[in-house]
């Protein structure tokens, strides 16, 4: 585990258990509560203390699975192998190694499995008490998981569906006994506590606006059918990486076992639960697919993940009891621990979190080379959760006042997320005012179009700096050989993997801050969104051939899928310009060239649709081309992509 917080909502939870505040909806106000706990406990950093709740929700699903397996009469080392393929697997190893709250999930759900089991075999009234109360926690921690997840439990009970009505009385009260942890969200609120992700939630109006994730509600159907298909065929295509081809070879076996050896009601609960949150959630949580949607996909994954291990169980166990020769059997049962030894070797250089330093140094960067009393405006989620960690736990730079763009977390918010441009405006006017500058490393495009016209923006050591024209600002230092320190620890390869998204923009930040003080750095042609900016500057200095060179580079690395629509654009556009200039100063006439023409064109054509958005000024350039040299769209504009594309804009 990390030391410190580690990247997307990791630094936050720890930032709001250690106050303890309220987190971003629905609240989880039960994990606060627990993380909160483990705050205190007299070990380690207080990030490695709530890192540990994740850990300890980790095992306890281990162990859980290893029950559920011997529970299903697999003899005891197939049910070790299962559990250990799920703790080992990519996405559950690093859920539980990070402030996170789907571990927690994981466990809430097995043991409700583990529970629903042991009543199909002897229903005793004591355990229908027990899982309403574990029912009803489970639903303060993760809800959308829990209730999408919730038929497979109910396929589990459902035999028994007589004694549950006989018991519905009590079964209601204990499950409305385990919902009484969302209390502590407005009974919290009445203290104002300063670290609440939206706003104070003092009633059960607001609190019921927070259970629902309203907030969250145009994002959640913010895509397409198609969107839906997309992340539904990468987590089939993720499997492989997640728990190894040996577990999924036994898996895609043992599940046929499964079904011909167990209750139907078992075979569809599992089936209904491997299904759940991979493929039907996608179905009623329809957003935007890309590569780093994805990747926050991959946290709603694990009970999928565990269905898969816990199907290899009978499969292990089938096999063995079918080899009637002891010694082979024998020999069988430690092959079978290769299951295990797969992805253990696979996973563990990219979990090892201690060697991962990235969160710490950008955090270090942003802080660091502030003036005295700053009052530094976080941009978004990439950053909010590390530098909140850094300053108001960690202590790092504790004399800077942090604040939010989007009037999110921070209690010192001059304005409340959601509130109106003229609202923003009147509030920043007022704070400048009182003779106060903002500091930024970016400005979100909401934020600088509440900015009036009257104050002066200036950019300084990779610092936007906004007061008022006549005022004068401290100074803001850059450390050029801590950036080095920082850019060279990336090109050797001794940062982690995981949230690309948010390491490109915080590295790209740093990658122009030393291209415009000091030059050229390799990390510029080993990391395509570095690379990109780097072309770009060849290329108005006129080194054309270089930054030709680097463009295609980076169109032909994994991570150009990683760019924003824009930068693809811009790729695409730029080889084309590059190339068309290249071709123009060879020595011959138009025949000549001809086919270096087309070869260009062909290159950019795949430019005009990006993301299945249409790039008008691309298809515009190409045609006015194709209008002075007699060049072919070989069959890549059609009619209707060209009818499309004219309705819309870049």
């Known amino acids: 585990m990390s030391d410190f917080a580690n990247l997307e909502d990791s630094g936050l939870f720890i930032s709001v258990a250690h106050e303890p505040g309220i987190a971003h909806p629905p609240g989880y106000p039960l994990y606060t509560m627990l993380a909160h706990l483990f705050t205190w406990i007299p070990l380690g950093s207080i990030a490695e203390r709530v890192h540990a709740l994740s850990a300890i929700a980790g095992i306890s699903s281990c162990i859980l699975l290893f029950q559920i397996s011997r529970e299903l009469k697999a003899d005891s080392l197939s049910a070790l192998v299962a559990a250990s393929c799920l703790g080992v697997s990519s996405s559950f190893w690093y859920q539980a190694i990070t402030a996170e709250v789907y571990t927690l999930n994981t466990l809430f759900f097995l043991l409700l499995f583990l529970l629903g089991l042991k009543q199909q075999k002897e229903s005793i009234k004591w355990r229908w008490m027990v899982m309403a109360f574990i029912s009803g926690l ?25 004694d549950i009505l006989q018991n519905f009385v009590n079964v209601i009260f204990f499950f409305v006994l385990g919902l009484t942890p969302y209390l502590y969200l407005p009974v919290r609120s009445w203290s104002e506590p300063y670290l609440t992700f939206f706003q104070y939630l003092p009633d059960w109006e607001r609190v019921w606006w927070s259970i629902k994730r309203e907030a969250y509600k145009s994002g959640d159907q913010s895509g397409t059918w198609h969107d839906s298909y997309l992340f539904i065929k990468q987590f089939f295509i993720s499997l492989p990486a997640e728990t190894g081809w040996p577990v999924l070879i036994a898996g895609s076996i043992g599940v046929l076992v499964f079904v011909f050896k167990y209750k139907l009601v078992i075979s569809f609960s599992v089936l209904y639960t491997f299904f759940s949150s991979s493929v039907l959630l996608k179905l009623f949580y329809r957003n935007e697919y890309n590569p780093h949607h994805w990747e926050i996909h991959q946290c709603f994954i694990l009970l999928p993940i565990a269905m898969v291990c816990l199907v290899v169980a009978p499969f292990i166990t089938k096999l063995k009891n079918a080899l009637k020769n002891d010694k082979i059997a024998q020999g069988f049962s430690l092959a079978s621990i290769i299951l295990f030894v797969w992805p253990l070797v696979q996973h563990f250089d990219e979990h090892d979190l201690r060697k991962d330093a990235f969160p ?7 802080l660091k080379g502030l003036p005295e009393h700053a009052n530094y405006f976080v941009h978004g989620s990439e950053e909010l959760g590390l530098v ?53 490393m970016e400005l979100r495009p909401g934020f600088k179009n509440s900015l009036k016209q009257d104050w002066s923006i200036r950019k300084k050591a990779g610092y936007e700096i906004i007061s008022h024209k006549n ?7 850059i450390d050029l050989n801590l950036i080095e320190q920082f850019m060279n620890r990336w090109n050797d390869g001794m940062y982690g993997e995981r949230w690309k998204k948010f390491r490109r923009v915080l590295l790209l930040r740093y ?31 006129g080194q054309f051939q270089k930054a030709e060179e680097i463009l295609r580079k980076i169109k032909a690395d ?23 200039n290249r071709i123009n100063r060879k020595v011959g006439g138009l025949e000549d060239k001809m086919n270096d023409y087309q ?27 194709q209008k002075q040299i007699p060049i072919k769209f070989t069959g890549h504009l059609t ?8 309705k819309r804009t870049d």
């Not at 009619?639 to 004219?646: F, Q, R, S, V, Y």
């Open 388 to 440: 909140a960690y850094a300053n108001l736990v960690k202590g790092i730079r504790s004399d800077v006042n942090l604040y939010s763009q989007n009037g999110t977390l921070f209690g010192n918010r001059l304005f409340y997320a959601g509130s109106s441009p003229e609202k923003i405006k009147i509030q920043l006017s007022d704070f400048l005012n009182n003779g106060e500058s903002i500091y930024a």
């Open 471 to 477: 005022q004068t600002t401290q100074q803001t230092e």
């Open 360 to 366: 710490e140094d950008v955090a270090t960067l942003i």
């Open 511 to 541: 990658c122009k801050i030393y291209m415009n003080n000091k030059g050229y750095h390799p990390v510029f042609e080993s990391n395509p969104t570095c690379g990109l900016h780097y072309a770009l500057k060849l290329k108005n200095e």
């Open 639 to 646: 009619k209707d992509k060209l009818e499309k594309c004219n």
């Open 599 to 625: 070869k260009i064109v062909n290159e950019a054509l795949p430019g005009i649709y990006i993301d299945r958005k249409c790039q008008r000024v691309l298809m515009n350039e190409l045609l006015e081309i």
């Open 138 to 162: 489970s639903l303060t921690n993760h809800w959308p998981l829990m209730l999408i997840t919730a038929p497979a439990l109910f396929l589990i009970i459902l035999p028994q569906w007589k």
């Open 558 to 580: 994994d991570e150009f899928n990683l760019f924003e629509t824009i930068e693809k654009n811009a790729v695409y556009r730029n080889i084309l310009h590059l190339g068309l």
